[in-house]
């Protein structure tokens, strides 16, 4: 989870015609740590993968220069950075799999699931007889409603407050035989090593945007909002944070700060790379914030140029099994393993 050796700030990316929301995007990920390691350390014959690593290469191989993001990424129209996102994420994802049609388990083996995804449990409890039916679903990030929150913290608390369900959206209980009233809430039952969190700041239908200050921590722990509120913090630090400056989906421009191997904070703005630092970064409107899974124990010592923080180590679960990247897959709970399916995790 950490830099497996400290490179150079990597290449600027030149706008080639709206392409600010994929140069933002790309930077993010190639500043997240397992991942660059992974695509730097290894050879693919995959479509999506094989073009990611040849991007990252370049990045780094091209310190102090501006280069041409890969014709694989570049398309004419402006496009939302967080749909782009999920489209790359996916298309990795999907590289890395020997089909399309697979089970959940076999699908949570892959590299770009254990780097970037994790589970929710969606609970339904039945206000009548008290049965409860729990549901699994898996994400690669989270969105987040921010129209009343003013944190990503009360974003959080929001995200995982229940909900009523009843009239037109009655519950069918099993053990009742009817349409009940009941409680529905989302938890986070699996945390992610690589948390990307969309702050839902455009309207779906009419293009507008919320411009309000949404307040993010350097350092989130994410317990609180998990199945298992009680036990061990689950800390992440924040790497890398990408930002829409304009008053609408369709036009305005997208820039990043993301936070090298050395741990100095950078502002990548297209084909300009300056040095930024802690105070900048937590400033900005963000639109989707990078968290890498840590532990805030011990202070890095390539953190005098950044601010005063944690050095981030793997979370190891000694139970789990380990795969070659030293990243390790996600371990259900036997009575939750019954019930998987796939939703979109934008609620």
């Not at 994790?118 to 679903?137: H, I």
Request: with cysteine; hydrophobic share 35%.
């Amino acid at each position: 989870m950490t830099w497996a050796q400290v490179q150079h700030i990597g290449a600027g990316l030149r706008n080639v015609g709206n392409t600010c929301f994929l140069n933002a995007t790309l930077q993010c990920l190639s500043y997240t740590p397992p991942l660059s390691n992974y695509m730097l350390s290894e050879s693919f014959l995959l479509c999506m993968m094989c073009t990611m690593q040849d991007h990252i290469t370049e990045v780094f191989a091209n310190s102090g220069k501006v280069i041409k993001p890969l014709g694989e990424f570049c398309r004419g129209n402006q496009e939302d950075a967080h749909e782009f996102l999920r489209h790359i994420v996916s298309a990795m994802q999907s590289s890395c799999l020997p089909g399309p049609e697979l089970d959940m388990r076999t699908q949570e083996t892959s590299f770009i699931h254990q780097v970037f995804g994790g589970y929710l449990r969606s609970r339904v409890e039945c206000l009548n007889c008290k049965a409860v039916s729990d549901t699994l679903e898996p994400f690669m990030d989270v969105a987040l409603e921010i129209q009343t929150a003013p944190s990503v913290t009360k974003a959080l608390e929001q995200f995982v407050r229940p909900e009523q369900l009843g009239g037109e959206n009655a519950y069918r209980c099993s053990e009742c035989k009817k349409m009940v009233t009941a409680s529905k809430r989302l938890t986070i039952h699996r945390s992610s090593n690589v948390l990307t969190v969309a702050l839902k700041r455009f309207a779906d239908f009419s293009g507008g945007k919320l411009t309000k200050d949404v307040k993010y921590p350097e350092y989130l722990d994410l317990r609180p909002f998990m199945s298992q509120s009680q036990g061990e913090p689950e800390i992440y630090g924040l790497y890398a944070v990408l930002v829409h400056s304009g008053s609408s989906c369709d036009s305005g421009h997208y820039f990043c700060y993301i936070k090298a191997s050395s741990g100095q904070w950078y502002k990548m703005d297209d084909s300009s790379v300056a040095v930024s630092d802690i105070r900048s970064v937590l400033s900005q409107q963000a639109y989707l914030l990078f968290y890498i899974k840590g532990d805030c124990s011990r202070s890095s010592p390539n953190s005098a140029q950044s601010s005063p923080g944690p050095l981030l180590v793997p979370c190891v679960n000694k139970a789990a099994q380990h795969t070659s990247t030293g990243l390790t897959a996600p371990q259900l709970a036997s009575h939750m393993t019954k019930v998987l399916h796939t939703t979109d995790v934008s609620v």
